[in-house]
């Protein structure tokens, strides 16, 4: 039987909606959570909860971002580089949450952040990660299966690269649900997403509770690759849309050959890889300037081990490792 | 049965991008410009990119709605250094199209759009014309196509609405429709010169009434509630007093109280800020003369 392994408690967690202004069931969620926020005598023995609205000017003007992308201004370059006037108005908000929520990497980082997004692509609720081994991130993704329909996507990249804000806490993940236009606020998306983050808060409480969790094994998407859209050699306009065959069909299997694109005079194109991969982010709205018009995953098996929360002695053994790191 | 001669349909022209964001019409204007479509048998076609800045900037407009800025006192006012850019455009688009009412003006304008509401293929119109009621009777033979007359002021006779489409995404299955809907548009006006007579009869026409607008929080505006789960989706079909319209971020379900009516532009994003959740309409049957083209 799998030795169980003891975690740090998640005392303190942030959720965090707006990061890209016109995505607005996190916005409406953030707000909705501020509104029946417990004043801080009330306040949870088990967890303090962070609501943050991560980009208020975007927000304010319903766009994904005011000068830049919010959501990747979390690397570590980013995060430390020089401060001036001309700095863009993104980079400054990146580095006031990393004060808040972080600092990145260091012992002072919120235990987990919830960071909520949607998208235009039929992507129905997936929790976004970089790391297919972060024990709290997949069983919170196997307590979510147990009750909603939900998919877990790997981004492979160093916590130094890094670039999107749940990367600032000690754990993290972006739950992103779809289909939903930018700008738009649909009410089962809505009710979806609430219902999630309230999984993971009561996840949270029994983790920190102490409830043992089980091992087991759970599928992840891990990315692979990104494919842009055919475009005309001197414009760099897009030549085509996604072929009606392929949209809408996130997560299931592209065969090389499948369609992949339809230019706008009709013609059809086809995937030419030689590996039949796993389609998602199919025609993102903000992905046409970024040059995705899909992304492309592989599927794997994962494994857990058991996790349990440490006992009292445990966390303070660990002050003292850290105490005495920081004499040496 | 009533019959009418009209002018032939000789200059047709086709508008995109009247709004920046809405795609199908964006690309289907740069394919025919690209494919320098520019006559279609008896018929002269223009093809026009109307807002090109918002186009650009994959946005719904820069200043102001282009789509609002047709009305008389608009186009009569004269421009100055002031002038938003989309007045501006308003006056050029009618100087080319043209002018409003007038005898060079161009004999049928379709302008493109595209709604995030699950509208599916509309032809909408400001005015009862014979024109538009027999290219609507036409297009329902051939696709499925529900109308409505609206009270909002286009320069444009005729505008191909199709949803639902998120702004900013362009999905090849919309882009189809709206092509198939235009191409089908021009071959009714190529029979139509010809001189074919095509049959009056009844077509059932949505007509404006009014709209709703979401529940507010009074001091900061903001939408206390979203478009309820049983109506998302459901445009055009009949709202009765006691349908739930709207779910309150909270959880409460508001309940319509009014005519039976039919709602459309259900959640249409850009119409949040024009305090509009949805509009309502009566249906209406309307009966049109049979028409063919006028003899020289």
Same mark, same amino acid.
């Given at each position: 039987?799998?030795?169980?392994?003891?975690?740090?408690?998640?005392?303190?967690?942030?959720?965090?909606?707006?990061?890209?202004?016109?995505?607005?069931?996190?916005?409406?969620?953030?707000?909705?959570?501020?509104?029946?926020?417990? +004043?801080?005598? $009330?306040?949870?023995? /088990?967890? !303090? #909860?962070?609501?943050?609205?991560?980009?208020?000017?975007?927000?304010? %003007?319903?766009?994904?971002?005011?000068?830049?992308?919010?959501?990747?201004?979390?690397?570590?370059?980013?995060?430390?580089?020089?401060?001036?006037?001309?700095?863009?108005?993104?980079?400054?908000?990146?580095?006031?949450?990393?004060?808040?929520?972080?600092?990145?990497?260091?012992?002072?980082?919120?235990?987990?952040?919830?960071?909520?997004?949607?998208?235009?692509?039929?992507?129905?609720?997936?929790?976004?990660?970089?790391?297919?081994?972060?024990?709290?991130?997949?069983?919170?993704?196997?307590?979510?299966?147990?009750?909603?329909?939900?998919?877990?996507?790997?981004?492979?990249? +160093?916590?130094? $690269?890094?670039?999107? /804000?749940? !990367? #600032?806490?000690?754990?993290?993940?972006?739950?992103?649900?779809?289909? %939903?236009?930018?700008?738009?606020?649909?009410?089962?998306?809505?009710?979806?997403?609430?219902?999630?983050?309230?999984?993971?808060?009561?996840?949270?409480?029994?983790?920190?509770?102490?409830?043992?969790?089980?091992?087991?094994?759970?599928?992840?998407?891990?990315?692979?690759?990104?494919?842009?859209?055919?475009?005309?050699?001197?414009?760099?306009?897009?030549?085509?849309?996604?072929?009606?065959?392929?949209?809408?069909?996130?997560?299931?299997?592209?065969?090389?050959?499948?369609?992949?694109?339809?230019?706008?005079?009709?013609?059809?194109?086809?995937?030419?890889?030689?590996?039949?991969?796993?389609?998602?982010?199919?025609?993102?709205?903000?992905?046409?300037?970024?040059?995705?018009?899909?992304?492309?995953?592989?599927?794997?098996?994962?494994?857990?081990?058991?996790?349990?929360?440490?006992?009292?002695?445990?966390?303070?053994?660990?002050?003292?490792?850290?105490?005495?790191?920081?004499?040496? | 049965?009533?019959?009418?001669?009209?002018?032939?349909?000789?200059?047709?022209?086709?508008?995109?991008?009247?709004?920046?964001?809405?795609?199908?019409?964006?690309?289907?204007?740069?394919?025919?410009?690209?494919?320098?479509?520019?006559?279609?048998?008896?018929?002269?076609?223009?093809?026009?990119?109307?807002?090109?800045?918002?186009?650009?900037?994959?946005?719904?407009?820069?200043?102001?709605?282009?789509?609002?800025?047709?009305?008389?006192?608009?186009?009569?006012?004269?421009?100055?250094?002031?002038?938003?850019?989309?007045?501006?455009?308003?006056?050029?688009?009618?100087?080319?199209?043209?002018?409003?009412?007038?005898?060079?003006?161009?004999?049928?304008?379709?302008?493109?759009?595209?709604?995030?509401?699950?509208?599916?293929?509309?032809?909408?119109?400001?005015?009862?014309?014979?024109?538009?009621?027999?290219?609507?009777?036409?297009?329902?033979?051939?696709?499925?196509?529900?109308?409505?007359?609206?009270?909002?002021?286009?320069?444009?006779?005729?505008?191909?609405?199709?949803?639902?489409?998120?702004?900013?995404?362009?999905?090849?299955?919309?882009?189809?429709?709206?092509?198939?809907?235009?191409?089908?548009?021009?071959?009714?006006?190529?029979?139509?010169?010809?001189?074919?007579?095509?049959?009056?009869?009844?077509?059932?026409?949505?007509?404006?009434?009014?709209?709703?607008?979401?529940?507010?929080?009074?001091?900061?505006?903001?939408?206390?509630?979203?478009?309820?789960?049983?109506?998302?989706?459901?445009?055009?079909?009949?709202?009765?007093?006691?349908?739930?319209?709207?779910?309150?971020?909270?959880?409460?379900?508001?309940?319509?109280?009014?005519?039976?009516?039919?709602?459309?532009?259900?959640?249409?994003?850009?119409?949040?800020?024009?305090?509009?959740?949805?509009?309502?309409?009566?249906?209406?049957?309307?009966?049109?003369?049979?028409?063919?083209?006028?003899?020289?």
């Amino acid at each position: 039987r799998a030795k169980v392994v003891h975690l740090s408690r998640l005392s303190r967690v942030a959720v965090c909606g707006g990061t890209h202004g016109n995505e607005l069931s996190g916005v409406y969620l953030v707000r909705e959570l501020q509104k029946t926020e417990k +004043p801080l005598e $009330e306040e949870d023995e /088990l967890v !303090s #909860v962070l609501v943050v609205l991560s980009n208020p000017r975007a927000v304010q %003007q319903c766009r994904r971002y005011t000068e830049t992308d919010l959501n990747r201004c979390f690397t570590h370059a980013t995060l430390n580089g020089p401060e001036s006037d001309k700095t863009p108005y993104e980079i400054t908000r990146s580095r006031e949450l990393n004060s808040l929520l972080g600092p990145k990497g260091s012992p002072e980082a919120v235990d987990l952040i919830c960071d909520l997004h949607n998208t235009t692509a039929n992507m129905g609720l997936c929790l976004i990660a970089y790391s297919d081994h972060d024990w709290i991130c997949l069983h919170i993704f196997r307590y979510l299966q147990a009750n909603i329909p939900v998919r877990y996507i790997h981004f492979d990249f +160093p916590p130094k $690269e890094a670039y999107s /804000l749940e !990367s #600032v806490g000690k754990h993290g993940f972006a739950i992103e649900i779809g289909p %939903q236009p930018h700008g738009v606020v649909r009410s089962n998306i809505y009710t979806t997403m609430k219902a999630g983050v309230q999984h993971v808060m009561d996840w949270v409480r029994f983790f920190n509770s102490g409830t043992i969790f089980e091992g087991g094994s759970v599928e992840v998407y891990t990315m692979v690759k990104n494919i842009d859209y055919p475009r005309d050699s001197e414009t760099h306009s897009i030549t085509a849309a996604i072929h009606p065959q392929l949209q809408d069909q996130d997560f299931c299997l592209l065969h090389p050959n499948d369609p992949l694109f339809q230019t706008f005079s009709g013609e059809t194109l086809r995937y030419k890889g030689k590996e039949p991969l796993y389609p998602f982010f199919i025609n993102e709205c903000a992905y046409y300037e970024k040059g995705i018009a899909l992304s492309l995953a592989r599927r794997k098996c994962v494994k857990m081990p058991p996790i349990q929360v440490k006992t009292e002695l445990e966390h303070q053994e660990n002050e003292w490792e850290f105490a005495s790191e920081e004499d040496e | 049965m009533e019959h009418v001669s009209l002018p032939a349909l000789s200059r047709v022209a086709i508008c995109g991008g009247t709004h920046g964001n809405e795609l199908s019409g964006v690309w289907i204007v740069r394919e025919m410009q690209k494919q320098q479509v520019e006559k279609v048998g008896s018929i002269s076609i223009t093809t026009v990119m109307s807002n090109p800045r918002a186009v650009e900037a994959c946005k719904r407009y820069m200043e102001t709605d282009l789509n609002r800025c047709f009305t008389d006192a608009i186009l009569s006012a004269p421009v100055t250094d002031v002038t938003p850019y989309e007045v501006r455009r308003a006056h050029e688009l009618n100087a080319q199209l043209g002018p409003k009412g007038s005898q060079e003006a161009m004999d049928l304008v379709c302008d493109l759009h595209n709604t995030t509401a699950n509208m599916g293929l509309c032809v909408i119109f400001t005015t009862f014309n014979w024109i538009s009621l027999h290219i609507y009777k036409y297009l329902k033979s051939v696709c499925v196509v529900p109308e409505f007359v609206s009270e909002l002021f286009l320069l444009f006779s005729t505008a191909f609405e199709v949803g639902p489409q998120p702004n900013g995404v362009v999905r090849a299955d919309i882009y189809n429709l709206m092509k198939e809907a235009l191409d089908h548009l021009v071959d009714w006006v190529q029979e139509f010169n010809s001189g074919i007579t095509f049959e009056g009869g009844e077509v059932e026409a949505y007509v404006f009434e009014k709209s709703i607008d979401y529940p507010r929080d009074p001091d900061t505006n903001e939408l206390t509630a979203i478009i309820h789960p049983q109506l998302q989706d459901k445009d055009f079909i009949l709202l009765k007093p006691g349908d739930p319209i709207f779910l309150s971020f909270s959880g409460e379900t508001v309940k319509y109280e009014g005519k039976e009516l039919y709602p459309f532009f259900v959640n249409e994003c850009a119409y949040y800020e024009k305090h509009i959740a949805f509009h309502l309409a009566q249906k209406t049957i309307l009966t049109i003369p049979s028409v063919s083209v006028e003899n020289d």
